[in-house]
């Protein structure tokens, strides 16, 4: 099982859709997740933090199930400006530079 | 926006060249990350730093050295470039570590080894 994996999409939806992305990752060890998002030719940037009890950012929601070691994102009400990939960030343990991302979600939001 | 900027932001160079990667801060963070960026990959980890002339390898540091003798500058050198090496390269910041998985990316560098 890889270290952190994602379905790669592309996720094409319309605008107004409700859209959710999954990430699994494999060490049990893991304490803390993050999403990312990264537009096209442009570099990553933190979206948000996922906590144990699940978080929300506006239109934003992040899940995190500990038991099945799964995260996911949950975007509702597209946005064309939500086109981009989304990058699933797992910490596993020990000295800095400990962040393990997943390849990452496309996502395409069309009129 | 973090002030964080990489330099040179795109080059072309051939196989056996050494190729230095400037990366540059203006927010005194402790901490700088060196990642690279390939199709079918995550971001993979090349080298990291917490302080002025501690450095520590990632993931994938194997043909890359790096130097911090200041806060706000941290080198990313290839010594002998290999096609191999063909890459996205980015440099990151964070205040307080990659635990928090608070990282300010630069914008990029663009690498092409012919």
């Not at chain 2, 980890?45 to 520590?56: E, F, M, N």
């Not at chain 2, 290839?78 to 300010?104: D, H, K, M, W």
Request: net charge positive; aromatic share 10%; hydrophobic share 25%.
């Amino acid at each position: 099982r890889k270290e952190v994996e994602q379905d790669p999409g592309p996720f094409n939806v319309p605008e107004g859709a409700t859209v959710a992305f999954n990430c699994t990752y494999s060490n049990s060890a893991s304490q803390s997740f993050f999403w990312y998002r990264q537009d096209c030719r442009k570099e990553p940037k933190l979206l948000m933090s996922v906590y144990s009890s699940g978080n929300e950012d506006g239109r934003f929601t992040a899940q995190l199930n500990r038991a099945s070691q799964y995260i996911s994102l949950l975007i509702r009400d597209s946005k064309l400006s939500d086109s981009a990939t989304y990058l699933c960030v797992v910490t596993k343990g020990g000295s800095q530079g400990n962040l393990i991302f997943g390849k990452g979600t496309k996502l395409s939001v069309k009129p | 926006d973090a002030g964080i900027t990489q330099s040179p932001r795109h080059k072309v160079t051939e196989t056996g060249t050494p190729v230095t990667l400037r990366c540059h801060q203006t927010e005194n963070h402790r901490y700088m990350y060196w990642y690279r960026q390939d199709p079918g990959h995550g971001l993979r980890l090349i080298h990291y730093s917490y302080g002025v002339k501690d450095t520590d390898k990632g993931e994938v540091s194997d043909g890359y050295s790096v130097s911090r003798s200041k806060t706000e500058d941290f080198l990313l050198t290839l010594e002998s470039a290999t096609s191999s090496q063909t890459s996205v390269y980015f440099c990151a910041i964070s205040p307080r570590g990659s635990n928090t998985g608070e990282l300010f990316f630069g914008e990029g560098s663009r690498l092409t080894v012919l």
